[in-house]
Each structure stands twice: as C-alpha cells, then as structure tokens.
C-alpha cells in the first residue's frame, strides 16, 4: 500500500497549484485527474486575470492570486502569455457609476488601485468602444492568460519536482481512517493512503464532500464562449460591464475572445455543449461593445463543466467532519484567476495548520448543517 502525505483529487488549476506549493514545502504528494491536467473548467474558461468586481471575501485571495501571476515564469518556466492588458468595466447609467465609486472605496482597502473614468475619458481613450457608456472604472493591474496552458505547466512543474501526477485516474472512493486517508481507484486493487486529502474536483467537488458527511448544493453551468479569428491589434484591456452580460478580450495573436449566456453541460455523462442561439446573442453584445467586430468571423464556440454555488462564492477550507480533509471546489465560473492563491492557501492548510491569506467568508460554515445558505456573506 503506497502512503503520501497528501492526496489530491482534481488536476484543474487549483489542484496543479497545490500539488506544487505542497512539494515545495517537502510533502510527498499524489495528484488524481480522471482525465487530463486542466481538462475541466481550468481549461474552457475566458483566461481573465481579474481583481476588479470580485466579492470582498475574494480580494484578498485575488491580491495574493496576482502577486503569483506576475511570477508565473519563475514559478513554473513559463508565463501562460499572462499580459497585464487592464480590465475595464464600463458603466450604462448614473447607478452602475455610482457602484463603481462605492466598489473603488472597497478595493481601495485591499491595496486595488481602480481608475473612475467619465465618458469623455472613454471617447479619448477607447474610441473603438460602441455608444451608451457613461463611464469605466480601470484596474490597471489585471489582464489575461491562456486557460490551455497554466494548469498543464503547474502539473509538469509539480512533476518535476517529485509529485505523482496520474492523469486518467479516476477516484472511486474515499474515506477516513484512523492515520489519515484511504483511496479506491477505479480499475484498480491497490489502496492508496494519504495523511491528508484536498478536494479540489471541480463541479464534482460536492460529491467528494459528500463522501465525509459535508452536505452543500453546488449546481453546474456552462459558460458559453465564442473566439474569432485573427484581426488587427484593436482593444487594449479586457473589457466587461457593470451587472455581468458580455465580456471581451483580445489576444497575442489577434483573436478576440468573448463569452455571454451559458450552455448546456451534464456532469454525470461529462458532457458539455454551447448553444447556437446563445453564441448569437453574445455576437451581437460584442459588436455593441465594440462595431468594429461586425465583419469578423467567429471561428469556433465552445462551454465547459463548472461548479456553482448558491452565493456564487467557492468553497475553501478544511471538512466540518473530516480532520485532514480541504475542500476548493464551486468557483462559479470566475475561478481561474484565483487558482494559483488557492493552491498556495491549500498548502498552508494542510501542512502548517493555517493561512497568511484570510478565506473566512468562503469557509463551508457559511452553509447550515443541511447544506443550506445561512447568510449570504456581506457585500
């Protein structure tokens, strides 16, 4: 029977990100992925790297997430094409401004510096963008990476270093025993243990919880997103709206990525598709946003398997039920950003006992013991 000090179920980015913080504090770490390292969620999403507009219980794990993007090269031998482009959310009327402003005090706190920008600020700067915008705000600092590249470069990384990195390796089952963790593999006879076990599988990371008595509903979505092809450098940072609807960036290469609406997805067949008529609808946002979209040609559409919670907020910290058990799972569709802070916070959990970066709000307590929403945490 092969023992490790920690187990990690999931290879999406979170996962990759703690099986490499955990090796370099010294533990001997198995990571299980039943398909491929950054197949799920960690690989299909839009690749912003955003701190603005994020819930307070997320900004201080977003703070620490970009100090890590920012030495990504030197952390995993290469950079993921992550570019400080800036992101802007622009403002519709007076209420969203007035958001805006009250959003930069908050971020303010937490060492976010935002830019409010009037109308005019937009016209002088951003003459691409479509009418209607009464204003912005800039995050200077955020911008965007390619989702296909960081999990994948986090897992070989981890690899190198000594970490047991299975890929088509699925986890049948696990459960608690006196010294730790013991895991089924399916197809397999041998057991593995572990002394310790993070659960960072995605939308099937309630499932795992499950295993150990933790009970919350976490849903699935398909975010819908569409890519075009190559055109001229056009738009500078990535671009979104107040209250969500469209959201835009232009990449290295020239193709402009954008996302809208969702798909469709069935976790139990692992099954997801985007939908037609909602790729259309996110085509037309995009050419409102910026005109001179109208004649580009959009070359492929695609969605992938997510986890959502109630409150829109992940899960992150250590089991109610089970000591020795880390959950990180239900990041709704704006986890990648997070996942290298994650990862880092997970390997501090597990193996010192506690965490520089503070998590309270995202902690499984906030859910009753029916796995119902108590309060949704304070905006």
């Given at each position: 029977m092969t023992r490790f000090d920690v187990a990690i179920v999931g290879g999406g980015l979170a996962g990759c990100s703690a099986a490499l913080h955990a090796r370099l504090k010294g533990a001997s770490v198995i990571l299980l992925e039943r398909g491929r390292c950054g197949g799920q969620a960690s690989g299909v999403n839009y690749g912003g790297v955003r701190q603005q507009g994020r819930h307070p219980a997320e900004l201080p794990l977003a703070c620490r997430s970009r100090q890590i993007w920012g030495r990504l090269a030197e952390l995993v031998g290469t950079d993921c094409e992550f570019t400080a482009t800036g992101h802007l959310k622009l403002a519709r009327n007076d209420a969203d401004m007035q958001s805006l402003?009250?959003?930069?005090?908050?971020?303010?706190?937490?060492?976010?510096?935002?830019?409010?920008?009037?109308?005019?600020?937009?016209?002088?700067?951003?003459?691409?963008?479509?009418?209607?915008?009464?204003?912005?705000s800039l995050c200077a600092a955020d911008g965007q990476a390619n989702p296909r590249l960081a999990a994948p470069a986090f897992a070989r990384k981890a690899q190198e270093l000594g970490v047991t990195v299975r890929e088509h390796c699925e986890l049948e089952h696990a459960e608690k025993v006196a010294d730790g963790?013991?895991?089924?593999?399916?197809?397999?006879?041998?057991?593995?243990?572990?002394?310790?076990?993070?659960?960072?599988?995605?939308?099937?990371?309630?499932?795992?919880?499950?295993?150990?008595?933790?009970?919350?509903?976490?849903?699935?979505?398909?975010?819908?997103?569409?890519?075009?092809?190559?055109?001229?450098?056009?738009?500078?940072?990535?671009?979104?709206?107040?209250?969500?609807?469209?959201?835009?960036?232009?990449?290295?290469?020239?193709?402009?990525?954008?996302?809208?609406?969702?798909?469709?997805?069935?976790?139990?067949?692992?099954?997801?598709?985007?939908?037609?008529?909602?790729?259309?609808?996110?085509?037309?946002?995009a050419i409102a946003m910026v005109p001179q979209l109208a004649n580009v040609l959009v070359v492929r559409t695609w969605t992938g398997?997510?986890?959502?919670?109630?409150?829109?907020?992940?899960?992150?910290?250590?089991?109610?039920?089970?000591?020795?058990?880390?959950?990180?799972?239900?990041?709704?569709?704006?986890?990648?950003?997070?996942?290298?802070?994650?990862?880092?916070?997970?390997?501090?959990?597990?193996?010192?006992?506690?965490?520089?970066?503070?998590?309270?709000?995202?902690s499984l307590g906030r859910f009753g013991l029916a796995g119902a929403l108590v309060s949704a945490p304070s905006t």
């Open positions: 402003l009250a959003y930069r005090d908050i971020a303010r706190d937490y060492g976010i510096d935002l830019e409010i920008l009037s109308a005019a600020d937009l016209q002088c700067r951003y003459p691409y963008l479509g009418d209607g915008y009464c204003g912005a963790f013991q895991l089924t593999i399916k197809g397999e006879t041998e057991q593995l243990t572990a002394c310790r076990l993070i659960n960072t599988a995605g939308a099937w990371g309630a499932r795992v919880a499950r295993w150990f008595g933790d009970e919350v509903d976490e849903q699935v979505m398909a975010p819908n997103m569409c890519v075009t092809e190559p055109v001229a450098p056009l738009i500078g940072p990535n671009l979104g709206i107040c209250g969500g609807s469209i959201y835009l960036r232009q990449t290295k290469n020239g193709s402009v990525v954008f996302g809208a609406g969702l798909g469709v997805a069935d976790a139990d067949r692992l099954w997801a598709r985007p939908l037609a008529d909602v790729s259309m609808e996110a085509a037309r946002g398997i997510e986890g959502r919670m109630p409150d829109g907020l992940p899960v992150l910290g250590e089991s109610r039920k089970a000591q020795g058990l880390f959950h990180a799972f239900g990041f709704s569709g704006h986890g990648f950003q997070l996942g290298p802070a994650v990862g880092a916070v997970l390997s501090e959990l597990c193996l010192d006992g506690s965490s520089t970066t503070p998590i309270d709000g995202l």
